[in-house]
T-cell receptor, first 113, second 111 residues
Framework: GAVVSQHPSWVICKSGTSVKIECRSL??????MFWYRQFPKQSLMLMAT?????????EQGVEKDKFLINHASLTLSTLTVTSAHPEDSSFYIC?????????FGPGTRLTVT | EDQVTQSPEALRLQEGESSSLNCSYT??????LFWYRQDPGKGPEFLFT???AGEEKEKERLKATLTKKESFLHITAPKPEDSATYLC????????????FGEGTQLTVNP
C-alpha cells in the first residue's frame, strides 16, 4: 500500500517551453502532496505544499508563476514548469501525506536544452 | 528554525561490518523523525518513523533509535545491496506535515 507514481519519469524539453509533471497516489487519497527538487549529490529541497482544492503554498525563493501547482483531486497533483530554462534542469520528486507518514514518488528527471 | 544534521557524509563498510549513522536535530515540538533510503535516480523509500524518545524500530538489518536530540540508524552485518544514501527528516508540530531533511549519509558496502 501507499504507492505514489510520477509521470513522466524523464523528459527533455527545449528552453522556453513548458512541461507538466504528474504525481498520483495510487491506493490512497492524499489531501496534501509536496513537491521537491534535488540536485546531484544534494538532499531534497521542498518547493511547495499542494493542498487539494486550494492554492499551493510555496517555499521562500520559489517562483509561484514559474512552478505552477494544481491539486485538482485527492489523487492527483501536477507541477508545470513554465518557460523552462537550462537552470531548471533537475530531479523533481513528489510525495503524499498518508496516515502520519509521507511516501515519495520515483521522481522525474527534467533536462532543458 | 528546524535543523537536521547527518553524519558522516559518507561511510564505506566491508560486508558484515556493522556501524551506525547519526541524525542530530533541533526542532520545536517534534511530531516525528523519519528515515528514508534513496538509491541513485530514484525517489526516497520509506524505512521508519519514530515519534518519541526511547522508541526503537527494526527492519531486517536496520534498527532505528531516537533520543531527545538525535537518532541513530544501526546497520547490522550489512550487505552490498544496503549501499544507498540514507536520509533523515523531521516533522515539527508547527509545520503541519512538512518535512525538513538532512543532507544524507552515502553508504557503500563492499563485498
Amino acid at each position: 500500500g501507499a504507492v505514489v507514481s510520477q509521470h513522466p519519469s524523464w523528459v527533455i524539453c527545449k528552453s522556453g517551453t513548458s512541461v507538466k509533471i504528474e504525481c498520483r497516489s495510487l491506493d490512497f487519497q492524499a489531501t496534501t502532496m509536496f513537491w521537491y527538487r534535488q540536485f546531484p549529490k544534494q538532499s531534497l529541497m521542498l518547493m511547495a505544499t499542494s493542498n487539494e482544492g486550494s492554492k499551493a503554498t510555496y517555499e521562500q525563493g520559489v517562483e509561484k508563476d514559474k512552478f505552477l501547482i494544481n491539486h485538482a483531486s485527492l489523487t492527483l497533483s501536477t507541477l508545470t514548469v513554465t518557460s523552462a530554462h537550462p537552470e531548471d534542469s533537475s530531479f523533481y520528486i513528489c510525495s503524499a501525506h498518508y496516515s502520519y507518514e509521507q511516501y515519495f514518488g520515483p521522481g522525474t528527471r527534467l533536462t532543458v536544452t | 528554525e528546524d535543523q537536521v544534521t547527518q553524519s558522516p557524509e559518507a561511510l564505506r563498510l566491508q560486508e558484515g561490518e556493522s556501524s551506525s549513522l547519526n541524525c542530530s536535530y533541533t526542532v520545536s515540538g517534534l511530531r516525528g523523525l523519519f528515515w528514508y533510503r534513496q538509491d541513485p535516480g530514484k525517489g526516497p523509500e520509506f524505512l521508519f518513523t519514530l515519534y518519541s524518545a526511547g522508541e526503537e524500530k527494526e527492519k531486517e538489518r536496520l534498527k532505528a533509535t531516537l533520543t531527545k536530540k538525535e537518532s541513530f540508524l544501526h546497520i547490522t552485518a550489512p550487505k552490498p545491496e544496503d549501499s544507498a544514501t540514507y536520509l533523515c527528516a523531521v516533522q515539527a508540530g508547527s509545520s503541519g506535515s512538512r518535512l525538513t531533511f538532512g543532507e544524507g549519509t552515502q553508504l557503500t558496502v563492499n563485498p
